[in-house]
């Protein structure tokens, strides 16, 4: 486990609950900010591609940067390269291979975009800075109950994320418009199969990553899927 974390680094997850517990409160009272299920009033508007690609990279670029003049004792260490692997992973897929799969796709609000990039900023500093500037663990963390499975928590989410997207994709054949339901993989059980994977996915990294930090962007993860999954069955019903 993490044996030391910085003052500022434990302030800033814990403004990061406190932003989940924000957030959740704002799409209670206002809705969905994108897709679909956003309101008509939102102002001006991204196309989806560019919003994800902009709004995505900070956690993608910014892990890059902390890497690169991170502490050599920090990098050296498996258990801290194994889960800075894991969030670049995941944003690698988001910020450069996600939006250029889209097709159409509903033009994104400009506040929403903004808000997003200034969190991935934040979080993805938040999450980096920790790893490989701060957090010390034991050599053999890598094999630890929590790490391992952790990790497969991370692995099978992250799997079904991008499936599930896949099959959000491949909804309509070419000319067709008009709502449709999801079918196969986990959407036979879950509305929102791509939020639920999110979910598991970013649990699994903190339980592996055994820190506040990561705990914090997990329970982000949870309050603002879950209340998306709520609004989706809500709209849909």
């Known amino acids: 486990m993490a044996l030391a974390q910085e003052r500022p680094l434990d302030a800033l997850a814990y403004l990061e609950c406190l932003l989940a517990l924000l957030g959740f409160a704002r799409l209670s009272i206002a809705g969905s900010p994108y897709g679909r299920y956003s309101s008509p009033s939102s102002g001006p508007r991204v196309p989806a591609r560019a919003a994800w690609a902009v709004q995505e990279l900070p956690s993608l670029a910014?892990?890059?940067?902390?890497?690169a003049r991170a502490s050599p004792e920090r990098l050296r260490s498996a258990p801290n390269r194994v889960l800075l692997a894991m969030f670049?992973?995941?944003y690698l897929h988001r910020s450069l291979i996600f939006p250029f799969l889209i097709r159409g796709g509903k033009p994104t609000p400009?506040?929403?975009c903004v808000a997003a990039f200034f969190f991935c900023t934040y979080n993805g500093y938040l999450q980096s800075?920790?790893?490989?500037?701060y957090a010390v663990y034991a050599d053999d963390w890598v094999t630890d109950p929590r790490f391992v499975i952790g990790f497969v928590l991370w692995l099978i989410g992250m799997l079904i994320n991008i499936h599930s997207d896949h099959i959000l994709r491949n909804l309509r054949k070419p000319g067709e418009t008009g709502y449709k339901i999801p079918r196969g993989g986990l959407f036979e059980y879950v509305t929102a199969a791509n939020y639920?994977?999110?979910?598991?996915e970013w649990c699994g990294y903190a339980l592996a990553s055994w820190s506040l930090q990561g705990g914090a962007f997990a329970l982000f993860t949870f309050f603002l899927k879950i209340l998306l999954m709520f609004l989706i069955c809500s709209l849909t019903l």
């Open 196 to 200: 639920f994977g999110e979910i598991v």
């Open 88 to 90: 670049v992973a995941h």
């Open 62 to 67: 910014v892990p890059l940067y902390e890497c």
């Open 110 to 112: 400009l506040y929403s």
């Open 129 to 133: 800075r920790y790893l490989s500037q």
